[in-house]
């Protein structure tokens, strides 16, 4: 037969094909999916073997074996960009469709709903926005859904292992789509196209915003294939209570990330017996953890980072026999931890840290399983209570990498990479044996407990350190920087030898080139060289020591510095203007408490990262440089206690992200600008005290809702306190538990500015109970209102009795008249309420008596009447509170057989002993140690030091002090240098002049009962003043 027939031809190419075994895909599809590429970017040449004919070798393309039609497109991250050609719903044979870890700047196409054979369709990580289609509810043969949002990214330090790799389908991220804003997919109020899906086994839907599909509990039980559930970080904010389960498939769920703001711990989870994976983590359930657990099949478990509050329960560890991963940390568990947990043979990580565990690691890992002890490869009980050695079967771990515990002998843990001890309350003595084997060892981080290092003086360590955390130990008294810790070579990420007790003329140079350096409290001297060797990001904390000279110039690769509470002098110029950079990098500066002197210079916008600010206690003067309001990025500026003058800069209005304005004692005059009220509208605390401010409280101040701190005391501010300062809602509402804990808690708040935990705190310095203190830890729970010492007038508006979480109010010594509001009673949170020296009346209001949580009262010095409301609070406060009206009643001791008396404590012979015995101690106990700047000033206005021998003037010069006393009386105090040349001299009722000695009032009866009229304004003026510069 010849070669050349047709038939023998086509027979021998079909023979050729069957034994090449060559699948064609219909040129239909072909054109489609050439189609397809024609409309999109490929950047990275992924698409370049789409260029011959047979479709099915195309690279991400599977073709069915018998028929040849495109059934899979796996294009996973191509990096492809562009708009998705509708040409794809022409592939209508496939089952497998793969868009993920691309960028498609669309909504999802209508048109992937006609792809009805879909059995897997994957469109996650790829840039789709907008509502999800109903209409795919179409794809009715669908056993894979994932649609997950933009980000949906496993923490580093936090190892999803399961979530990650061996569930989820994703292999570690090494590319994510460049999408520029996260939740850009939502669903709207109806997600019944769900239930179409019936033969749905995986449903993805991380980061995809469910906020309006309250049913979604509902239609999710619902599908009874389902194997697999993620609904991370989806923004829902209620799980409905089911009290029986139709649905038992489930084998992972992911709901963590939402908010479920104090709902319990739903247990119905717990009744999934084939559950394998549960993640709630970060949704601030409330309560305790459930006591039964049907879900005996758990591989990993993650609660961590909500409120609950319980032991543990025992079928953690007596019924989850097959548990790999446990994490519970950042609740507020308790107890003691169950040995129990050391029979659990397959588990690989075990951490319980930042909880409130207590007892000894002998009570709870002194018997630990072989198996428990073979197969452990993290423990972390870092951050809770736990006390006593470590015990010497931890040197038995076969496969532990990472240890988060305490203190001692760790044996042959000879694999040993990274040593965590931190955060705990572990005492006693830590020698070489701790560290003989430890050659692999690269981290060790055991700050914040209260151990002692020996160590011979030759001792070498077997190991080269990258990273070094021992702050808060004894390197022992008086120690100088130990030399094993300079011979560390690899020691440059990481170094924290902070409050340990050390002390050096001359710190190494190669120190100021550590990424985070961490110096403080210590007694280190001499200067600190320029911070600018480190070509990666820097963090370096020196305070409270006793560095002096001019500061360092900085480099723009240094983020945070503090220097504060040293000694460093002269100008700041050189600091703030250094041409070296064009723009610094640096977010916070902390200046505060050395003696720098001169102008502050206007330099600010070559700093435009600042988010804190510190430069206060030094000896600064002149006006605020404008280019303050340059920094968009400030959120705390502190100049207090410097000699500002001028008003403050208008130009701050532009920093509109601002928490924190503290300028308190300056010299700063003119009014309170109305922008601080209606641009810097996230302000939290605003502390003007002690300044030369005037005009009137504007309501425009009322806007800052979130004003937790407000201090305008010792001012010259006038007019009435506006009625509108019910809308501080902050000192308003009380906020829940979850509410505190993600503004405030933890290791990001809003006042924790560092980026390491416990690197930076914000505080402040609050006068309260007539004595200054300083917040930090606890300042987000702190509000306060201090309107003192001004020349307010008029009533207490009864709007501030509608600031029930107000913890602290002062509005003494100011010009207020009228009665207090009925309802202060109400105002369940005050802790100190100070309304002295007004000119109040009416009886003090019976609901004062039933505040249980005031800790100081002040209603001295008003015009009172009436009997004091007894109660079980109002009794317990000295005599002192009330004096100066007309009450009677306990604490005082005039009776209420006549109501109405002034409350006068009275001898027999009428003297006013109590004042008597006041200005006889002031001007005997403290006459030569007070000492007053300043002429012809109010006694309140005076600074005072008790003791203090280093200030020129003398005691009042003879220069008169002018002050208020009693009604109808004016007194003007002239007192000469001396004690017995001493004479008060004032104007009666009648205005004649009337003078007497010092001498005369501490021997002539007479003469104190002339005196006892004004003594106590002008005793009680002095103390104050005194009592405050001490404080």
Sequence with gaps: ??????????????????????????????????????????????????????????????????????????????????????????????????????????????????????????????????????????????????????????????????????????????????????????????????????????????????????????????????????????????????????????????????????????????????????????????????????????????????????????????????????????????????????????????????????????????????????????????????????????????????????????????????????????????????????????????????????????????????????????????????????????????????????????????????????????????????????????????????????????????????????????????????????????????????????????????WPSLKYINIGNNQLFGSIPTSIGLLANLLSLNLHNNGFSGRIPSSMHNCKKMLKMGLADNRLGGDIPTWIGTSLVELRILILRSNNLSGEISPELCQLSYLQILDLSNNELSGVIPRCVQNFTAMAKKKSLPDLYRLYGGEKSIYSFSIYIGGFIESALIVIKRSKLQYDTILPLVTTIDFSNNTLHGEIPTEVTCLLELGFLNLSRNELVGLVPDHIGEMMQLQSLDLSRNSLSGQIPTSLAFISTLGYLDLSYNNFTGRIPEGRQLQTFNATSFIGNHLCGQPLTANCSGEGKEEKAYSADGVEWLDVFFLFGVFSGIFNGLQCIGVEQEVERCLFWLGRKDVEQALFRSQPLRFSAAPKISATISVADKLPDATLSYLDASDELQTISIADITTNKKAILVVSSVAASFIRAMSDAAITSLS
């Design 1 to 606: 037969m010849s070669a050349s027939n047709p038939s023998v031809a086509i027979l021998l190419f079909l023979i050729s094909l069957r034994l090449t075994n060559a699948i064609f895909c219909p040129l239909t599809e072909q054109h489609s999916l050439l189609s397809f590429k024609n409309s999109l970017l490929d950047p990275h040449h992924h698409l370049s073997s789409w260029n011959h004919l047979n479709c099915c070798k195309w690279k991400g393309v599977a073709c069915n074996n018998s028929t040849g039609h495109v059934h899979r497109l796996h294009l996973s991250g191509f990096r492809l960009t562009g708009q998705l050609n509708p040409s794809l719903a022409n592939l209508s044979h496939l089952t497998h469709l793969d868009l993920s870890l691309n960028t498609f700047p669309q909504t999802i196409p209508p048109f992937l709903a006609s792809l009805t054979n879909l059995e897997h369709l994957n469109l996650s990580f790829a840039g789709f926005h907008g509502n999800i289609p109903h209409a795919l509810g179409n794809l009715t043969r669908l056993r894979s859904l994932d649609v997950a949002g933009f980000p949906n990214m496993v923490w580093g330090d936090h190892l999803n292992h399961y979530h990650s790799i061996h569930l989820a389908g994703y292999p570690e991220m090494e590319y994510v789509a460049p999408v520029t804003s996260p939740n850009v997919l939502h669903v709207d109020d109806n997600i019944q196209w769900l239930l179409r899906l019936s033969r749905l086994e995986a449903l993805n839907m991380n980061y995809v915003n469910l906020g309006k599909a309250k049913e979604w509990l509902q239609v999710i039980i619902t599908l009874p294939s389902l194997q697999k559930l993620h609904l991370q970080n989806c923004s829902l904010d209620y799980i409905s209570p089911l009290s029986s389960l139709n649905v038992t498939s489930l084998t992972l769920i992911d709901l963590s990330s939402n908010n479920f703001h104090s709902l319990e711990f739903p247990s119905w989870i717990l009744g999934l017996r084939n559950l394998g994976y549960l993640d709630l983590r970060n949704n601030s359930f409330v309560g305790p953890i459930p006591s039964s657990c049907n879900a005996t099949k758990l591989k990993y478990i993650d609660i961590s980072s909500n409120f609950l509050n319980s032991t543990l329960p025992s079928w953690i560890y007596n019924s989850c026999k097959e548990l790999e991963f446990v994490y519970l940390d950042f609740n507020f568990l308790h107890g003691t931890i169950p040995r129990q947990f050391t029979n659990l043979c397959r588990v690989k990580t075990l951490s319980l840290s930042f909880n409130r565990f207590e007892g000894t690691m002998s009570d709870s890992f002194g018997n630990m399983s072989k198996c428990f002890l073979e197969g452990l490869e993290e423990l972390n009980l870092q951050f809770n209570q736990l006390s006593g050695p470590l015990i010497d079967q931890l040197g038995e771990f076969k496969s532990l990498e990472r240890l988060f515990l305490n203190k001692n002998l760790l044996g042959q843990l000879c694999n040993l990479e990274r040593l965590h001890l931190g955060g705990n309350k572990l005492e006693g003595v830590v020698r070489e044996s701790l560290f003989a084997n430890l050659t692999k060892l690269k981290i060790l981080t055991a700050s914040q407990n209260e151990l002692s290092l020996r160590l011979g003086e030759d001792w070498s360590p077997p190991f080269q350190l990258k990273q070094l955390r021992l702050g808060s130990w004894s390197l022992s008294e008086g120690s100088q920087i130990p030399s094993w810790i300079l011979r560390q070579r690899n020691l440059s990420a990481y170094l924290d030898l902070s409050d340990t007790g050390i002390f050096s003329d001359n710190v190494p140079s190669w120190f100021w080139e550590i990424h985070f350096l961490n110096l403080s409290h210590n007694h280190l001297h001499g200067k600190i060289p320029d911070i600018r060797g480190s070509t990666e990001n820097q963090y370096v904390y020196a305070s409270g020591n006793e560095f002096e000279g001019s500061l360092p110039r900085v480099g723009d690769r240094l983020r945070e510095l503090d220097l504060s509470s040293n000694s460093f002098s002269g100008g700041i110029a050189h600091f703030l203007c250094d041409d070296t950079y064009e723009t610094y990098s640096l977010e916070i500066l902390h200046l505060g408490d050395n003696q720098l002197s001169g102008q502050l210079p206007d330099c600010w916008m070559k």
